[in-house]
């Protein structure tokens, strides 16, 4: 069964770092492309990064590209967003999701995601 | 960047309802469009990629098609189980962008 567990939300002011993690199980991590989502209280979902199976490529969107940056550890099966100089409009709900389907950013099995709250 | 529209934004249906949902795409995406359907509080659950393939363990009466720049989802006969919010995406090329969504409400 493949699950995804997210760590690491927090409460806390803007200007702020956090890091959060993904820990994977279930299937074999090394060979899949990784994702984060977020959705805004009340809002849709926005593709947030993903991360290619060995690390070396990464995709960012436009409103946290230079501030956010997604790694991931093979032989930890953990996938990792560092979020730096965090804004208000970074409050969400953050999903990490496994890729799948051949396609840039496509994915089937999302974790429960974990909650980033921007406030001063 | 590509443009999701789905319509309509919301929608009220019976249970044994034909559902349709439409998504529509700024430029050519060929198949690349995938749906998922979120339940309050819950993740987002993946039901079909490739415009018309289902996942894996998701019930036939939910079914895609389209291509190119229009899209539906199609639910045959709507169970209570199936009120929820729906999102199409597009994964033709980064950054893959999502509908607003579509929410399917009892009547």
């Known amino acids: 069964e493949v699950r995804l567990l997210e760590s690491g939300g927090a409460l806390l002011q803007p200007g702020g770092s956090l890091r959060l993690s993904c820990a994977a199980s279930?299937?074999?991590?090394?060979?899949?492309?990784m994702t984060w989502v977020r959705q805004a209280p009340g809002k849709g979902l926005e593709w947030v990064s993903t991360?290619?199976?060995?690390?070396?490529?990464?995709y960012y969107a436009d409103s946290v590209k230079g501030r956010f940056t997604v790694s991931r550890d093979n032989s930890r099966n953990t996938l990792y967003l560092q979020m730096n100089n965090l804004r208000a409009d970074d409050t969400a709900l953050y999903f990490c999701?496994?890729?799948?389907?051949?396609?840039?950013?496509?994915?089937?099995?999302w974790g429960q995601g974990t909650l980033v709250t921007v406030s001063s | 960047d590509i443009q999701m529209t789905q319509s309509p934004s919301s929608l009220s249906a019976s249970v044994g309802d034909r559902v349709t949902i439409t998504c529509r795409a700024s430029?050519?995406?060929?198949?690349?469009l995938a749906w998922f359907q979120q339940k309050p509080g819950e993740a987002p659950k993946s039901l079909i990629y490739?415009?018309?393939s289902l996942q894996t363990g998701v019930p036939s009466k939910f079914s895609g098609s389209g291509s190119g720049t229009e899209f539906t989802l199609t639910i045959s006969s709507l169970q209570p189980e199936d009120f929820a919010t729906y999102y199409c995406?597009?994964?033709?090329?980064?950054?893959?962008?999502f509908g607003g969504g579509t929410n399917v409400e009892i009547k």
């Open positions: 999701a496994k890729g799948c389907c051949g396609g840039s950013g496509m994915v089937d099995y």
């Open positions: 279930g299937f074999l991590f090394r060979s899949f492309d």
């Open positions: 991360i290619s199976l060995s690390g070396g490529n990464t």
């Open positions: 430029q050519d995406i060929r198949n690349y």
């Open positions: 490739a415009a018309s």
């Open positions: 995406q597009h994964y033709i090329h980064y950054p893959p962008t």
